[in-house]
């Protein structure tokens, strides 16, 4: 079963328990957001936990990104996307170290599958995403973290390369790119994707993270 057919109504993931502390921050992120400084609402909060910021964050990431991609699902076809790329130069085979030991080849609608799955596996791990009060994050917490926004980073980077002309046909391109802004912004105040993974989308992020100049 896709995990794209199963999710055609794109449930967002996670329903914290209200009164959690990750509800909190949650609450405290939307309303930061709402300010519409997006270098501001990525900052970790005074006095709260790297790790409770972390996951918050993710699971919002995760949603923004299933839903921007969601809208070109009947686009993004294993014809027209015969490989997972970010542009001629960028090519990405999926290797989970489970299922597939090696990199394999595969259409980039398979590839966002295989992916979105298994971070949705990370999510709903209790072991490494506790959603309990009191329940520690296991040590490799901040490095699984990372390895979910380095590839949550990939469909990005093919939506743009490869879906743009359709997203601005659907009047979505400021969605996507302040959802892109706001993720950058973010990998970037915790250093989570290494500069030379950013690459295939090196002018777009210098654009739009380009502090405007002050007017007078």
Request: glycine residues 4%; hydrophobic residues 40%; aromatic residues 14%.
């Amino acid at each position: 079963m896709s995990f794209f057919k199963a999710n055609k109504t794109f449930k967002p993931k996670k329903n914290l328990p209200e009164g959690t502390k990750q509800y909190q921050l949650k609450k405290y992120a939307e309303a930061t957001l709402g300010s519409g400084n997006l270098k501001a609402a990525v900052l970790l909060p005074e006095g709260e936990d790297l790790n409770e910021w972390l996951a918050v964050n993710t699971v919002d990431f995760f949603n923004q990104i299933n839903m921007l991609y969601g809208t070109i699902t009947d686009f993004c076809t294993a014809q027209d996307c015969v490989v997972m790329s970010a542009g001629p130069k960028y090519e990405y085979h999926w290797c989970d170290g489970v299922q597939f030991k090696k990199p394999v080849k595969v259409s980039a609608p398979e590839y966002v599958d295989y992916l979105m799955t298994w971070v949705q596996s990370q999510l709903d791990d209790e072991a490494i995403f506790p959603s309990k009060i009191g329940v520690p994050f296991p040590k490799t917490f901040q490095s699984i973290v990372k390895t979910i926004f380095k590839r949550l980073f990939r469909v990005y980077a093919h939506i743009y390369h490869a879906h743009f002309p359709r997203i601005v046909a659907l009047g979505e391109e400021a969605h996507l790119n302040t959802s892109f802004k706001h993720f950058i912004f973010f990998v970037q105040e915790f250093q989570l994707i290494d500069k030379k993974e950013l690459a295939p989308l090196d002018e777009l992020i210098q654009t739009l993270t380009m502090e405007k100049p002050a007017q007078h």
